[in-house]
């Protein structure tokens, strides 16, 4: 099982970035994709999630800013961000879980957005 998420990197404040998480190596298709971030010194917090059946939603901070999108037919996630503020720089963290049997919860290895003020 393999999550690869990319797309992470140096931007000015009020610029853009893409984010995108790919999942592969498992039979059993996800519930929910998401990404956390975890800024230095901080804990990891829930950026936005996707469901299968498309629910969608936001941490109020992000809210106008970032859009997820999910691609279910290849187990991908993105997550566009604009306006980005330097309070957004943190390590990226994409997650792909199952809530049914079999279950499981994986995490991508993390990428790193700073945004310069």
């Known amino acids: 099982v393999q999550l690869q998420a990319s797309g992470g990197g140096l931007v000015q404040a009020g610029g853009s970035l893409r984010l995108s998480c790919a999942f592969s190596g498992s039979q059993y298709s996800t519930n929910v994709m998401a990404w956390y971030r975890q800024a230095p010194g901080k804990q990891r917090e829930l950026v936005a999630y996707a469901t299968s059946n498309g629910i969608i939603n936001y941490i109020d901070s992000v809210k106008g800013r970032f859009t997820i999108s999910r691609d279910n037919a290849k187990n991908t996630i993105y997550l566009q961000m604009n306006s980005l503020r330097p309070e957004d720089t943190a390590v990226y963290y994409c997650?792909?879980?199952?809530?049914?049997?079999?279950?499981?919860?994986?995490w991508g290895q993390g990428t790193l957005v700073t945004v310069s003020s």
């Open positions: 997650n792909a879980e199952r809530t049914v049997p079999p279950s499981y919860d994986y």
